[in-house]
């Protein structure tokens, strides 16, 4: 009975310890979610207008980057590692090599990191990132968009989430490639859409209900 006992509140003792950590874990993990968030808005906020909020950061998949991240791996960390353990003479070559193909990497990742699409509660932002001092902004109103499309082409697609997304407006084209999460991209910018259409309808019914009354009042004086 007593071994029965203690069983039972050992195994309750586990569950108890593996809900805190899975608790502290997700709570981490939002804290850290929030933080991106905070310092993506922060990074774009140049890009915006007068009263425009971002609504949703839509980024190229990480998957975009997996060739250079192994690159950087092979290229910055073992070859120079080993390299300079197994010749001594030739350190510092390994230590500018690893310098060089660091700075190249992060050049990636900030390529892959400002290639986006913000979507606002006015419009869709397209940012191309063509270097440190160089990069491309044009902006698309929600009022020009005809369609907002999506496109999955492979399997490795489906399951990892990632595939192309199209505005397409004017007789024009916008695409965002290999972005993560395209359904979502989708659903975000039909939402905003929607929202600031609705909005604007209502503002102009609006006015138009003010010029009307304010020319019968107009009328009536006369």
């Given at each position: 009975m007593d071994f029965a006992r203690a069983k039972l509140f050992f195994q309750f003792q586990i569950r108890n310890s593996r809900r805190d950590f899975?608790?502290?874990f997700y709570?981490?993990?939002i804290v850290w979610e929030n933080r991106i968030v905070f310092l993506e808005k922060l990074f774009f906020r140049p890009h915006l207008a007068e009263n425009e909020k971002i609504v949703f950061i839509a980024h190229r998949h990480f998957i975009c980057i997996l060739p250079q991240s192994v690159k950087f791996i092979v290229f910055g960390v073992l070859i120079p590692f080993f390299l300079g353990a197994l010749l001594p003479p030739f350190f510092w070559v390994a230590v500018i090599w690893a310098v060089l193909v660091w700075l190249q990497f992060l050049a990636e990742i900030a390529d892959w990191f400002f290639d986006v699409w913000l979507i606002t509660n006015i419009s869709v932002i397209n940012?191309?990132?063509r270097g440190i001092f160089a990069r491309n902004s044009s902006r698309i109103e929600?009022?020009?968009i005809e369609e907002v499309a999506?496109?999955?082409k492979s399997l490795i697609g489906i399951i990892l989430k990632f595939g192309d997304c199209f505005l397409?407006?004017?007789?024009?084209e916008v695409v965002l490639k290999n972005a993560a999460n395209p359904k979502k991209i989708e659903l975000k910018i039909q939402a905003a859409r929607s929202e600031f259409l609705d909005s604007?309808?209502?503002n102009d019914s609006d006015q138009i209900h003010d010029a009307l009354v304010n020319l019968l009042k107009d009328q009536l004086q006369s």
């Open positions: 899975f608790c502290k709570s981490r993990a940012i191309e990132w929600f009022a020009d999506y496109e999955i397409r407006c004017a007789g024009t604007k309808k209502k």
